[in-house]
């Protein structure tokens, strides 16, 4: 199964989207009018038959050598039959590693974060749970080890605990927290000391299927007048997770931050949401301890993932190093 989401301003243009990118067989999943009036359709298109879709996609050629461990390792991860089929569709390489790391370039974006004092503020979004504020202190450790000052701002201000688990991290690194009620304090919060800092926020989890949840959280990303991130774990339900991908890619985002990997086994959620937002790889987190950071997803990394080898986490023993200069 192929997910999209597909938004405009009338029913009319997205289905005329829809018919001219999936054909007249798609399948409309579900129809949502955001609080601007754009209305966002995720469709998809079933297969009837597995063996016509690898034969229309492939050839009519059986799959074999490196294009069939590459088919059965994505099977694997539960990615959709058609999205499998279209990444292996024109593989000309001899082993399975090179064919997906190839098929994987040509078909994603990657764009791992860098840290620039210069750059607009990174804001982390998501469900709840999905790993925010560990990730923020993760970018922040990265961040004050690269000798960058660093100001997080939290907006999490009802969540029990969510500001004593931010501050245990910026204590050790030496990092500013400013606690943002609302927009106007968060447009005050960055305007507000040194200019030279990168600048990280955390947010509250949101419901994405709630409007005045994602209304809310999009009057946040205006006055922050930063880059949405979208955190996501790992795991969980194809058609679920392209939903969900889609009310925040609504808002802006287009780059993902894929958490747990370290308790996933099956990450074909994460190649529907990247074809469906669209969203560009960022960074994966493989643990919950904010000192072994984040990893840069890139076509290699993703490659050893998806043929289940284990990707190291960028390793980092320097905050409290960095804390005590």
Known sequence: M?????????IADAMRQIRNELGDDAVIVSTET?????????????????????????????????????????????????LAGGLVADAGEDDVASLLRAALAHA???????????????????????????TTAKLAARATIDGCAVKVISTDTFRAGARAQ????TDILNAEL????GPDELRAAIAAGASDAVVLIDTAGVNPFDPADMAALARLVE???GEPVLVMAAGGDSLEAAEIAGSFAALGAHRL????????????????????????????????????????????????????????????SQPEKAAAR
């Open 2 to 10: 192929r997910l999209r989401v597909y938004t405009a301003r009338t």
């Open 34 to 82: 955001d609080t601007d009036g754009e209305v966002r359709i995720t469709a998809a298109l079933e297969n009837l038959d597995d063996a016509d879709v690898l034969a229309r996609l492939i050839g009519d050629e059986p799959a074999s050598g490196a294009r069939a461990e590459a088919l059965g390792a994505l099977a694997y991860h539960g990615v959709p039959d058609d």
């Open 108 to 134: 994603f974006l990657f764009e791992p974060v860098k840290l620039d004092p210069r750059a607009r503020p990174l804001m982390m979004v998501g469900t709840p749970g999905a790993g925010k504020t560990v």
């Open 166 to 169: 931010l501050a245990a991290f």
């Open 178 to 181: 400013v606690d943002a009620d």
């Open 223 to 225: 006055a922050g007048g």
């Open 257 to 316: 931050v894929a958490t747990r990997l370290d308790v996933a086994r099956r990450l074909g959620a994460l190649l529907v949401v990247a074809e469906a937002g669209p969203f560009a790889f960022a960074e994966a987190s493989a643990s919950a301890q904010v000192a072994l950071g984040l990893t840069p997803i890139t076509p290699y990394a993703l490659t050893r993932l998806l043929l289940g080898e284990p990707i190291a986490s960028a390793t980092n």
